[in-house]
């Protein structure tokens, strides 16, 4: 017989999954849907020694008190941390781990930093530091959707949602997840609820990029399944979830294809053929330069991301950016490229300080025309280009965007900074030009964001224009080596060059 332990999102309970339960033993599984030690109707067992250590040790003692030989152990958003900690202590009796619309914490790391709501962060950053104040953290009453997308919830169970909610221990989001590593050969599953921004086509793009840190999601032990959704499918979707679980349980689910023998989509080669140029490095800053004489107009092109902080080469090595830059200069124009620490989704302020610094150096530079400057924002860069709407400065001629994100994805709310919305400041940019290259095979997820960016520039009459790549994918000017790849490169290079110029 196999056994579900039900572990669920922050502010809840074991109440929580009442309905998905009642489907399961149907099934004939035995389920444990439970509510942890300050949590939903144990609250009042919460002190301020509560933590992610008694979370985890409450499962442990559960897990012990299991007479069954499968045990799959399901952690629903915050839920994954104590599940993983309690799986690392007793890897023998887990058959399976479920992600459940759930991060990927690993050794270290927090659930704080996965907690998406930027204000509950920064308090709970405060009282770490300080040690000091409540050490409860209220439920967001009305307000569930900052904590993920409440798409398909009825009414009533939002109601509910809202009713029974419980203040959660501020020290179970942040004590460290401490792993040794025992529970990393169990086969897991990951669940996406799609309208909360993941899934399972995501997972394949990540994978097939090539990147070291992607390539488990392609272990055969790893399987996924989507859930068309919110965040909460145990109240929007309870049938569909338990036949997830069950099948999960089975060993089912899609497996995504290793990416072996592959070259990294990064470091593919540029898509134009391009003359070497000389190029000069100033500290986060390369500047690709043109023949000539006498200060030159300059592009400064923004990668993309979060990439990993131990990457290597950074983007400016990056064939892509170099192919950039030297176009650039072959064209007349100073190309920089620059790397800037956008590591993670808390990253954008830091990573917006960056870009500005090295806008600074370029234009200082004498061989730049410093009143004739461009930015160019790539994929989630794009983001980055907010505060260049919102305020053009006189000397920014135009600024263009490839296949950008141009807001926050669902999942993605509250851990990005709100002002890092370029849909909801390109009404300040006047007539700036913005040439906006747009792919036709796009992630419907950022396509979304793309579409939600063009219904605002067209409201406010921005001066917006697009080259369009329909048979173009993310990320088209490394991997969809085509005439028509090639032909919007050159389209909107010499767009840019032409606002420049005039």
């Not at 009414?155 to 004590?175: E, H, I, N, V, Y």
């Not at 990416?259 to 390369?286: I, K, N, T, W, Y």
């Not at 090595?317 to 620059?338: C, E, F, H, I, N």
Request: net charge negative.
């Amino acid at each position: 017989m196999t056994v579900f332990v039900l572990v669920s999102e922050s502010f809840t309970g074991g109440w929580v999954w009442e309905e998905v339960a009642v489907r399961l033993r149907e099934s004939g599984a035995e389920v444990c849907p439970v509510t942890l030690t300050g949590m939903g109707e144990r609250r009042h067992l919460a002190g301020p020694d509560t933590d992610l250590e008694t979370h985890i040790g409450d499962l442990v003692r559960l897990i012990d008190q299991v007479d069954a030989p499968e045990v799959v152990v399901v952690g629903h958003g915050y839920g994954i941390h104590p599940v993983l900690g309690a799986a690392d202590r007793r890897p023998e009796r887990i058959a399976r781990i479920v992600y459940l619309d759930a991060g990927m914490p690993r050794d270290g790391d927090s659930a704080l930093a996965l907690v998406p709501d930027q204000v509950v962060r920064d308090r709970l950053r405060h009282r770490a530091d300080q040690a000091e104040g409540d050490w409860r953290i209220p439920p967001p009453l009305g307000e569930w959707q900052r904590w993920g997308s409440i798409a398909g919830i009825p009414a009533d169970a939002l109601a509910r949602l809202d009713r029974l909610a419980a203040p959660q221990p501020s020290g179970t989001l942040t004590r460290p997840l401490r792993l040794s590593g025992a529970a990393s050969g169990l086969p897991i599953t990951g669940v996406f609820c799609t309208a909360n921004g993941s899934s399972i086509t995501v997972v394949e793009t990540l994978v097939k990029s090539g990147l070291p840190q992607f390539q488990a999601l392609a272990d055969p032990r790893v399987s996924f399944f989507d859930l068309d959704t919110g965040h909460w499918p145990m109240l929007s979707a309870p049938d569909e979830l338990a036949e997830v679980l069950l099948r999960a349980a089975a060993g089912e689910g899609h497996r995504v294809a290793a990416s072996e023998g592959r070259q990294q989509a990064h470091l593919q080669p540029f898509l134009m053929d391009v003359s070497e140029r000389p190029r000069e490095r100033v500290g986060r800053v390369d500047l690709h330069l043109p023949d000539a004489d006498h200060p030159r107009p300059a592009i400064v092109f923004v990668h993309g991301g979060p990439i990993p902080a131990d990457l290597q080469p950074t983007p400016r090595d990056w064939p892509s950016y170099v192919g950039y830059g030297r176009y650039a200069a072959s064209l007349g124009a100073v190309g920089a490229t620059l790397d800037h620490r956008l590591h993670g989704l808390a990253d954008y302020p830091r990573a917006a300080e960056d870009v500005a610094a090295a806008v600074e150096l370029v234009r200082a530079d004498p061989r730049v025309d410093g009143e004739r400057v461009a930015l160019w924002f790539f994929s989630g860069g794009g983001l980055l280009s907010a505060d260049w709407l919102s305020a053009p400065p006189p000397w920014l001629r135009c600024l263009a965007a490839s296949y950008p994100i141009l807001a926050p994805l669902p999942s993605w709310w509250g851990l990005v900074d709100s002002r890092f919305r370029p849909a909801a400041t390109v009404g300040s940019a006047g007539q700036l030009p913005v040439v906006l290259t747009r792919v036709g095979l796009e992630q419907a997820e950022i396509a979304a964001t793309v579409e939600e960016f063009m219904t605002a520039a067209n409201d406010c009459k921005a001066n917006i224009e697009v080259v369009d790549v329909p048979l173009g994918h993310h990320g088209f000017d490394t991997i969809d080596h085509t005439e028509q790849a090639r032909d919007a490169v050159e389209r909107a290079v010499r767009s840019v060059l032409g606002h420049l110029n005039s």
